[in-house]
Structure formats: C-alpha cells, structure tokens
C-alpha cells in the first residue's frame, strides 16, 4: 500500500514519530497462538455446564414439554423450561425506538408458549460437563402444534397474511418515514419526480447473511455471595452489563462483565444474548458457575443474522444526467423479534442512500416486518453497505438509460471537494473529502483504460468469457457517536467514548479504554497515539480494556468508532496528562509553567534546553512524593470522555474488473483497486488489514454467501459446506492506496475504516459482472452471483434468483 498525499490537506502535526508506522500488532501473537483467555478456555472449580434445547420447527405452539427424563440422565444437575424461568426471565432488550409507536413483543430468552423461528430456545440443561448437557438434549419431549411459517418479507407486509405473532395485528413492527421536503433538506419528492426526463425504477434483494466470526459466542458466570462476574464473548461489554442488569434485576453494581480476547464479531457480537441472560439466570439459581460455548450449527442458526431487505428504489434525472430526486422504500425482514438494534440498523439506511450525491429531493420509507426467521440485527456496516448497495448499483442503472459512461455520470452528481462541509438531501454534514481524486488514483491502479480496451476486444469477438468492469463511489457514516444525533434517533444509549492514562512510578504507562477490540488492533494503535504525544516508548504503554471493573466507563466497539471516539478520548487523556506534569516539572524546575516547553516526552526550560526533566522522572518523583506543590495530586493520571459533534465519513471509489464465463455461468475477479480515504492513518498496516477483511465479507455477499431457509423455514445453510464463507484462495490480490483529507471532527485527523471495504466493494462487484453481460440483455443478477444464477440471467433472463 503507498499513501497518496494531498499537501494541502495533510495533518498539521504530520509527520509524527508512531503516527504512520506499520507496527505490526503487538497483540497478534498470543491471539494468533491461541495462548489466551478466550471464554471457552475458562475453568473454574465447581463448574456446571449449560445446553440448549432448541426448537426444530419455525413456527408453533408449546402443548407440552416433558423433561423429566433429561433430568434423570446421568450428570445432569437441573433442566428448566420458559414456565420455569418465566417470572425472572425478564425480556431480552431492544435498545432502538424508531418510531414512538414501533411494536415490540418482547423476546423471552426460553420460549414460554410459543416457537417463531427454528433454533429458538425451549429449555436448558445444566450438567456436570459439556457431554452430559448435550447428550440429555435428545431426552427432552417438546410437542409443538405447528403453525404456518412465515418466510417471504412482502407476503409478511401485506394485510391478511399469516401472523408471527399473534398477540399482534400486523407483522409490522413500525412505519419509518424520512421525507426531505417535510424535513426542509430538500424539495418535494413528487413534483422532482413528476418533472423529471428519466425515471429508472429497480427492486433489488440484499440478502441475508451470517456474521459467521470465528470464534463461537461464549459465555461463563461466576456467583460470588450475591455478586456475578460474567466472562462473554462479547463486543460490548458495558452496554451488556447495563442491560443485563436491567433484565435480571441484578443491580449494576454487583455485575462485572469481562469481555477477554475475543475471536471477531463483525456486529455479530454487539448483542445481549438469550444465553447470557439464562447463564446469569442459572448461576443465581444454582449458585455455581457456569459455562456455555455454542456449537457451529448453533452460532450459524441461533446467533443474529443481517442485511435481509427487499429495496424499492427509484432514480429521476434530467437528460443531461443531473440527478432530480430519489424514492426509497425498503422492507426489513427482521426475523422473529426485535434484538439489541434490529429496528435501527435498516433505519440506518436513511441517511446513506443518496450516497456522495447532490440529490435534490429525496424520500425513504421503511416498514420493519417480523418473520418467522432468526432475528437480523448489526453484520459489518449495518445499514450502510444496503444503501451504498442500492444506490450505487442504480447509478449505473440510470448511466445505461440516459447513453452515459457510468463515471460521468457520477462525476457529474457528486459534491465536489472544495463544497465540503456539505450538508446532504439526508441532512448529514459531509466534513471532508475529495472523491475525484480518489477516482483518478483508482483508474491509474486498475489499468482502466487497458481493461476497456480488452473489454471491446471480447465483445467484438464474441469471446464466451466477457469482461466488465464496476465501480463503486462511496461514503459512510461511521464514528458511531454523537451523543445529541442519537438521543435525536432514539437509540437507547449515548455515543461518547472514556479514557483514562496513569504514568507508573517506574515511567510505563497504562492506557484504560472503554473501547472493546475483537480483531481491529487497538492495544497497538492505541500504544501509538500514546507514544507519540507523551513521547514514551511504544513498549512501555500497555493497553487495558474489555473488563467493567477496570475500564470502568465505556461504549464499546461497533459502527467503526473506536479510533475517532475511543482513541480520542485517549488523545484527550494524554493532554490531560501533559498538563498534570507540566505543573509538577514547573515546581522542580522551579520554573513559570508558562515558560516549559515539551517536546519527545521531555518538559525543558524554554531558553535553556538543557534544563529540563522527562515525564517518566517527574511520575517517579510525585510517587516518592518529596517535593511537589500542594494542589497537585501525587499521581500523574488523567480521565478524559470524548463525544463528537458529528459522524466521521471516510469516502473511497473501488474499482472491480471481472471475468464472466457466459458458458458456465462462472465469474472471477480479475483485478479489484480501491483507494480509500480514512484521513489520517495510525497504523496503516492495520488500515490495509482493516480494509482486505472488509473487501472479503463485502466480496464474498456479492458472490458467494446467503443465508436460504426452506419452504418449513429450516435453515437449509447451517453449515459452513452451505454457507460459503470465502478462504483467502477464493480472493483476488487488492491493490490499495489511500487519499489523506484530515478529518475535522476529532483530534486525530481520523475516520473510520473498519466498516468501509464491506460497505464498498459488493456494489463493485455487482455492477462489474452486470458491466460484462448487459450487451446480452441482463439487466440484474441477484446476489449472491452464483454460476446458476448467472447462466440463467444471460440465458433465460431475469435476474437469475
Ligand atoms: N485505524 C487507523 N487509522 C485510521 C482508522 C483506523 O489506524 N484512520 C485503525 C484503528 O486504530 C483500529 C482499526 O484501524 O486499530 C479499526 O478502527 P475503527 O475504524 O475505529 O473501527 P473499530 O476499531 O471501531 O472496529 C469496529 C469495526 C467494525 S464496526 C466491524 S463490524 C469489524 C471491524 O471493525 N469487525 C471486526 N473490523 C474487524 N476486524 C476484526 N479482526 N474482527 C472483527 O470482528
């Protein structure tokens, strides 16, 4: 990867010391090796084992549950069903309001009377060991009198259909509205429509996926007297301990929730799980601990699902191309109940899909329906890469009907670099970016004009092998953070994130975050922005995180924040820090404050540089304690919270050139070029890693994975031979580059970059496939694009699905 640098965009303090380095990971080797604590290695005496009877059936009634067979198997210790639990149960909490009158059913964490989608909790063992609970699955007799499943979202949304619940009166949970004119954003939809030269409708599927992390969910609670410590393979381990709390009734403050390293989570993970709720629930009742690890089939059945929305998009335009209006109507398959932010995530989408256009009208409408299905929730942009999906795959509809090059017509509707802060149809402030020059950098990477050159020559032959090529032109909100904007949305917590520095006697550093990696690198990153603004050695920081009772403050990892919140909040700490010794070196140097420089960790008199003291020796002298002033604590330690004032929005344009064989149906990815820009880099070597995982699940949802249940509403791809998670030999090289435009929300120049590959690349490779048929007649292909789907779109028409 090389980095593209605008001289008159690049941060004012670059270049610094660790800012800009390829650390690799310090934390990379006992994850790598496994030599960790991941929850399932935990061992704790007394221990007891918890299992899970799931139901088979996506839809019925509970008549009868017989467990007293289980309960005699040999090491079973306790079975309880939903009856057993239901007065302390509580209901597994949704934390998104979006609209005041959305309906709720409640989500038990044991089913009391009813199943609504296969791999739904009945009824829990506890025994001696892991086999002993998963062999008494088989003994407990659930009779269930099947009900009709509830599958296919449109059908689910139509007045009459079949109920999911049938306390309620529709399948729809909520009715969301975002309409421009009424907002004052921008001008009447209708009459845009009304007026304009060329309409270009689509229905588009973004399918269901799977998260599918790597390391199954976990979870082990301690009972201490009437305190609970929970080990959770989680993302969110402060969010969870609010929650928890609140649905258990065990007060906050007897609950510690440690998240250990954990094995990935892509949103999978920013959840509270029916199984860490009935863990507690076990614990409290047993007085023991225990432990439950999930199987395979259970994570890719039972834990959340994302994406699953059928889009109703349509374009205006005038014949020049200039974009008039945008219609948005989404349904949300949301499966059989509304999880952590189940009903927010679609809802997201409302500010993402008129892209890095200038839309002048705009309208989205979202209706949140149940299904008897596994419930969706957060998978990796959350929101985000549906609407880049839908946007960016219409743009090029709309190219081919008004004659254009797909590039034109972008280039021609986006905001131009020097209209930034620009406030969209949506009413986001865009702060910064420059799309046209990273669109130039990623024509040079791809060989764009070679690749058109072979384009023609294929089709000019006939060649059963076409080419195309796709783009993509993307933003994103992410920094998922400010406070006010979310309290504005409903969202049942803030977005602020806490820090906290101490410099130790011996002159290493702790750093204490609220942020909660799973993946993304931050004890290195984090080491980094230290580093460099105390001017200590990389290796002497040690990052603490993921533990309530020792970062006691926090938000947690999602919605790629946690360096333009967390490590903010971080570099707030560090001034904090500064300032702290700056007083104390003021008195030992018996200097004016006023008159201390400080520079690569050292305070020195300004005049006489070689009067001066590092800040390790001023920590050791406040911990001696034989001299420092008397309003001036004897720690040199800092707090710091940071809550931006607006989201952060990296943008980039990915470029894929791919191969279709019109014969077999079979597409490869030739090259694929991205130039992104994430403002200032902390480390690129994890940037490009960041980027590479993304462009993977973004890639893999184009072409290969989706969750499929059948016509009964089995999950038909609950293993990894059905759900097709793309190895590394299934992806093609990246050529990478970045574009630096500083981001003025934040302290470190940053934006965020865990999200983007994922949110940006499906809609490349989409239209990249389209680009290489649409001379044959296909007009879409339904993802994901397998050799099926595409032999049908060329040969039979359709989209293939
Ligand atoms: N970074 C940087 N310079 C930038 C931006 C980021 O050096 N300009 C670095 C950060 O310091 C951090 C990493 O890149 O080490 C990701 O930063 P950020 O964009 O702030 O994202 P988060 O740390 O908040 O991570 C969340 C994001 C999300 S939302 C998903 S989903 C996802 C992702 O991270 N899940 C992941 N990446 C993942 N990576 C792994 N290995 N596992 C997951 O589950």
């Not at 008159?8 to 390829?22: R, V, Y």
């Not at 002993?132 to 259909?161: H, Q, R, S």
């Not at 279709?660 to 940037?687: M, S, W």
């Not at 397998?786 to 028409?797: C, D, I, S």
């Amino acid at each position: 990867m090389t980095v593209t640098e605008d001289p008159a965009t690049t941060a004012p303090s670059a270049p610094e010391k660790e800012i800009g380095q390829a650390r690799r990971r310090k934390e990379d080797a006992h994850l790598i090796t496994g030599e960790t604590t991941w929850t399932d290695n935990m061992v704790l005496p007394g221990m007891l084992h918890m299992a899970l009877v799931r139901s088979p059936v996506a839809h019925a009634r509970i008549t009868a549950i017989d467990v007293s067979a289980a309960r005699e198997a040999p090491g079973v210790v306790a079975v309880l069903t939903g009856q057993d639990v239901a007065e302390e149960q509580g209901s597994i909490p949704s934390a998104w309001q979006v609209t005041p009158d959305m309906v709720n059913p409640g989500h038990p964490s044991l089913a009391v009377d009813q199943v609504n989608h296969v791999g739904e909790a009945v009824a829990l063992i506890v025994a001696r060991s892991r086999a002993a609970a998963t062999d008494a699955i088989e003994l407990v007799d659930v009779d269930y009198d099947t009900l009709p499943p509830v599958l296919d979202v449109e059908e689910a949304a139509k007045e009459g259909a079949d109920l999911v619940h049938s306390h309620l009166s529709s399948n729809t949970s909520y009715h969301f509205v975002f309409d421009a004119g009424e907002a004052g954003t921008g001008s009447d939809t209708e009459q845009a429509f009304a007026d304009a030269d060329v309409v270009v409708s689509r229905r588009f599927v973004n399918q269901r996926l799977i998260p599918a992390f790597m390391e199954p969910r976990s979870v082990v609670v301690q009972p201490v007297g009437d305190s609970f410590t929970m080990w959770s393979a989680t993302q969110i381990p402060h969010i969870l301990r609010v929650m928890a709390a609140m649905v258990t009734g065990i007060p906050e403050h007897k609950l510690r929730v440690i998240a250990p390293d954990v094995g990935g989570g892509f949103g999978g993970k920013l959840q509270v799980n029916p199984e860490e709720i009935l863990a507690l629930l076990v614990a409290r009742r047993l007085g023991k601990p225990v432990k439950w690890t999930e199987t395979r089939s259970e994570s890719l059945m039972a834990a959340h699902h994302g994406r699953d929305q059928v889009q109703y998009i349509d374009i205006a335009a005038d014949r020049e191309g200039n974009v008039k209006g945008l219609r948005v109507r989404l349904l949300a398959d949301m499966g059989a109940y509304l999880r952590l932010i189940t009903a927010g995530t679609p809802a997201l989408g409302a500010f993402m899909f008129p892209g890095i256009y200038k839309f002048p009208a705009y309208r989205f409408e979202l209706d949140g329906v149940f299904t008897t299905k596994t419930p969706t929730d957060a998978y990796r942009g959350a929101g985000r890469p549906e609407a880049t999906f839908a946007i960016e795959r219409i743009m090029d509809e709309l190219a081919v009907e008004l004659g254009m090059d797909p590039l034109e017509l972008r280039r021609k509707n986006w905001i131009d670099a020097e209209e930034f802060p620009f406030t969209t149809v949506a009413g986001l402030e865009y702060d910064s970016g420059d799309y046209d020059t990273a669109t130039r950098r990623a024509l040079e990477l791809i060989g764009y004009d070679e690749l058109r050159e072979e384009q023609r020559r294929r089709r000019e032959s006939g060649d059963p092998v076409q080419l195309g090529i796709g783009f993509s032109t993307f933003t994103e909100m992410c920094g998922i953070a400010p406070s006010r904007v979310l309290g504005s949305l409903s969202f049942g917590s803030g977005g602020w994130e806490h820090a906290t520095i101490r410099m130790l006697p011996t002159g290493k550093v702790e750093v204490v975050t609220g942020s909660t990696p799973h993946g993304q690198g931050h004890e290195t990153a984090w080491s980094q922005l230290v580093a460099d603004r105390l001017g200590v050695p990389f290796e002497d920081i040690e990052v603490l995180h993921g533990d309530t009772a020792i970062a006691s403050r926090g938000l947690d990892t999602y919605g790629s924040r946690s360096l333009v919140v967390g490590g903010a909040a971080v570099v707030r700490a560090a001034d904090k820090v500064i300032a702290k010794a700056r007083k104390v070196a003021a008195h030992l140097l018996e200097a004016s404050e006023d008159d201390l420089e400080f520079d690569g960790g050292r305070f020195s008199v300004r005049g006489t540089p070689g009067t001066g003291m590092a800040i390790q020796e001023i920590a050791l002298a406040v911990f001696t304690a034989h001299n420092y002033p008397e309003d001036i604590e004897p720690t040199i330690d800092a707090d710091a919270a940071f809550d931006p004032v607006n989201f952060s929005f990296p943008h980039g344009t990915h470029i894929c050139a791919m191969e279709v064989d019109t014969e077999t149906g079979f597409v490869k990815i030739r090259k694929y070029a991205c130039v992104d820009d994430v403002g200032t880099i902390v480390n690129p070597l994890i940037v490009e890693g960041q980027i590479h995982g993304g462009l993977a699940q973004g890639i893999a949802q184009a072409l290969y994975e989706e969750a499929v249940y059948d016509a009964d509403g089995n999950l038909t791809t609950g293993t990894f031979v059905d759900y097709l998670v793309p190895s590394a030999a299934d992806l093609p090289h990246f050529d990478t580059d970045n574009t630096v435009h500083v981001a003025p929300g934040n302290p470190i120049g940053a934006k965020g970059v865990g999200e983007a590959g994922c949110i940006a690349s499906t809609p490349a490779v989409v239209n990249a496939a389209l680009d290489a048929v649409r001379h044959l007649g296909v007009r879409d292909i339904r993802m994901p694009l397998t050799p099926e789907r595409v032999w049908r779109a060329v040969h039979e028409g359709g989209d293939g699905g």
